[in-house]
């Protein structure tokens, strides 16, 4: 099983900046695409920023040029750095993993969430 870790959540004035990390682990033989998302009170889950298997990443257009994953393969952590954050980014932001583990059986994982509040 594996199992994803978030961490950087926080409370933040409007126009300041978070850095978000998630961790995997377990018996992992490839993380193939991962990423985040969120979701706000009443909405639905979204996609904010994710790599796919190749490498190449997706973002969400709400957040072209103020937020940037990054990615340390040999820890399979990824992070999120958020810049010029608005009120309207307020949510808690899951981590999301697919690929497969070490016994072939493919996995998606999800993370328990981070709050992002982002308010004066």
């Known amino acids: 099983q594996v199992h994803l870790l978030e961490s950087g959540g926080g409370l933040v004035q409007p126009g300041g900046s978070l850095r978000l990390s998630c961790a995997a682990s377990?018996?992992?033989?490839?993380?193939?695409?991962m990423g985040w998302y969120r979701q706000a009170l009443g909405k639905e889950r979204e996609l904010v920023a994710r790599f796919n298997a190749g490498g190449s990443t997706n973002y969400a257009d709400f957040v072209k040029g103020r937020f940037t994953i990054s990615r340390e393969n040999a820890k399979n952590t990824v992070y999120l750095q958020m810049n010029s954050l608005q009120p309207e980014d307020t949510a808690v932001y899951y981590c999301?993993?697919?690929?497969?583990?070490?016994?072939?059986?493919?996995?998606?994982?999800w993370g328990q969430g981070t709050q992002v509040t982002v308010s004066s």
């Open positions: 999301n993993a697919v690929g497969y583990s070490s016994d072939f059986r493919p996995f998606s994982s």
């Open positions: 377990g018996i992992i033989f490839s993380i193939d695409a």
